[in-house]
């Protein structure tokens, strides 16, 4: 077995405090469009059009930049040469004025919301966990991996969406599903609350787990209410105006953890700004505690990817299959 991963296996079976760090991977279910590229396919097809240009013109530029699109790969290729993601939606947001955040919420609570969690939740408990092509498997391991280690004090998500709050509430309803004495099945015990800028709720007290939204939070289709406070971090400017803000919540949230913490990174690339920034920042080397990245292992980019960041102190966990290494820290059979 992997080193670093019996590493993890013994911080978790040892109570070390720790705290994971979740990117859009989180999200993944078959026949779902709500990782990154695909928000951003979404944005492309649906900004552009606005365009004042000819039609061939917004044609062209809908195929150079839409990351989803596999039939013209030099002419991606091209297009993800003149604009990163960030600036891709920094160009749709121009674009979209103040419809860009109810296009963002739509593209996710349309393809999952409250109703399709509970079947989801159904399907994982009724499978143990053994399927992996269980919807939203990775979501509910990870909400069953935080209830049943109370060791696991915080997350930081960089995803905009209540799902992981949603999905750790489904599961605590099944509570014949856990064994005797695991603490957090009793909602009354362990209440997990998103927490984000301009958050208006009931204070947190000794049961809530919060749930760190860096990058902003978007509310459910029947829940939005518009709040100044709460920025969301998506385009180039947006991540610009976050970086310069270096007194945040946001920025100190992540530091502190970083610094302190076992730490363990899930469905994230780390090619994300702020993450890169932040981990700079932390000087990892100085955290006697291990800070865990679980990562595709594949070809030659992907490996010097994996040396990389080892070089920067990171505990890298490379797999091709994610399923079984979510059994093996939920101690499930492979």
């Known amino acids: 077995m992997d080193k670093n991963l019996l590493n993890l296996k013994s911080d978790l079976k040892d109570k070390k405090q720790m705290v994971l760090f979740l990117g ?7 026949n779902k469009a709500l990782l990154w590229n695909d928000i951003i396919s979404r944005f492309i097809q649906e900004a552009l059009p606005l365009l004042e240009m000819p039609i061939e013109d917004v044609t062209y530029l809908q195929r150079a930049l839409d990351p989803m699109n596999t039939a013209d790969i030099q002419l991606q290729l091209q297009g993800n040469s003149e604009f990163l993601p ?7 947001k121009q674009l979209l004025g103040n419809t860009y955040i109810p296009l963002l919420q739509n593209i996710i609570y349309s393809q999952c919301n409250s109703e399709v969690l509970k079947d989801a939740c159904e399907q994982y408990v009724k499978s143990n966990s053994n399927i992996k092509d269980t919807p939203f498997y990775t979501l509910f391991s990870v909400a069953e991996l935080i209830i049943r280690n109370n060791n696991i004090k915080a997350v930081v998500t960089y ?8 999905a750790i509430k489904l599961l605590q309803k099944h509570k014949d599903y856990f064994d005797a004495g695991i603490e957090r099945v009793n909602e009354k015990e362990f209440y997990p609350i998103d927490a984000y800028s301009g958050w208006m709720d009931n204070p947190f007290n000794e049961t809530s787990f919060l749930i760190y939204h860096i990058h902003g939070y978007i509310q459910p289709l029947d829940a939005f209410i518009p709040n100044e406070r709460n920025k969301i971090v998506m385009s180039l400017d947006e991540f610009y105006d976050s970086a310069k803000d270096v007194y945040s919540w ?9 610094s302190h913490y076992a730490c363990l990174f899930i469905g994230a690339s780390l090619s994300d700004m702020t993450m890169q920034r932040v981990l700079n920042y932390a000087n990892l080397q100085y955290n006697r505690e291990n800070v865990y990245y679980l990562t595709f292992e594949g070809n030659a980019i992907q490996t010097l990817k994996n040396m990389f960041h080892e070089e920067n102190h990171l505990c ?5 299959s994610f399923e079984n290494i979510y059994k093996e820290l939920l101690n499930k059979k492979i």
Do not use: M, R, W
């Not at 960030?86 to 749709?92: C, D, L, R």
């Open 24 to 30: 859009a991977g989180v999200n993944y279910s078959p």
């Open 86 to 92: 960030e600036t891709k939606v920094a160009v749709v």
């Open 159 to 166: 995803n905009y969406d209540n799902f992981l709050c949603e």
């Open 250 to 258: 946001q920025t100190a949230t992540q530091i502190h953890f970083l």
């Open 316 to 320: 890298v966990i490379a797999t091709d």
